[in-house]
């Protein structure tokens, strides 16, 4: 998707952060995810967060989001091998019920 | 619990040939979806039905079309197969219309057209 985009591969050590990051076009989103994809499998949703939150921490996840700059981020504290996969993230516009995906970071987790 | 599931998981066609992919989830969500993910493009939305007897376009609609048989299925079909639509095909749902209900995947189905 045009409106959102990522960088498109990560390339981490084991036990070291990752950090993911994406842009985004549209204002109006109220609600930002990241889903995580292992190879040969579906999304699998990871997190979100709301567009009035500034961060979020779920265990070894922690999103930023700065909407001034419509910025939003994931760190993987202590990255570990089966943290290997394609990262999504994704907007849902003020509209509701449609998300717009950027083209995937694959995040490579080195021993 | 199965949550979504596609069949098949895998087809290779020849031009021109017609498919349908099949997509049931058992969780009694209302409103569901089609994606294809391409390399580098991540998803885009084919077509979704917010709920049963509705069905909408979404950003990659040409090539296919829907039929939500009932709450539970949300069949894609391709009339007429193309090389520009060998693609990796994934269902998803979602319990209702709203920006927090997150969606659930399919596995995909990885479609080949020659």
């Known amino acids: 998707g045009e409106d959102v985009e990522q960088s498109l591969f990560l390339s981490v050590r084991e036990g070291d952060s990752s950090v993911i990051n994406c842009t985004y076009t549209d204002s109006s989103s109220t609600y930002l995810y990241w889903y995580k994809q292992e190879p040969g499998a579906g999304l699998q949703l990871l997190t979100y967060?709301?567009?009035?939150?500034d961060m979020k921490q779920d265990q070894r996840l922690t999103v930023l989001l700065n909407k001034k700059d419509k910025h939003l981020s994931l760190r993987i504290a202590d990255t570990q091998t089966g943290d290997s996969a394609i990262y999504f993230c994704?907007?849902?516009?003020?509209?509701?019920?449609?998300?717009?995906f950027g083209g995937g970071t694959r995040v490579l987790v080195k021993p | 619990n199965a949550g979504v599931t596609q069949t098949p998981k895998f087809q290779v066609l020849k031009t021109g040939q017609s498919m349908t992919l099949q997509c049931a989830q058992d969780m009694n969500h209302n409103s569901m979806y089609w994606y294809r993910q391409d390399p580098g493009m991540g998803l885009r939305l084919i077509y979704y039905s917010a709920s049963e007897g509705t069905t909408d376009k979404g950003e990659v609609p040409n090539g296919y079309n829907v039929s939500r048989l009932n709450k539970r299925e949300f069949s894609l079909r391709l009339e007429s197969a193309a090389p520009s639509q060998t693609s990796v095909y994934f269902c998803?749902?979602?319990?209702?219309?709203?920006?927090?209900?997150?969606?659930?995947f399919g596995d995909g189905t990885r479609l080949s057209i020659l």
């Open positions: 998803a749902s979602t319990r209702e219309r709203g920006n927090n209900q997150p969606q659930h």
């Open positions: 967060i709301f567009s009035n939150m």
């Open positions: 994704a907007e849902m516009k003020a509209a509701g019920n449609k998300l717009t």
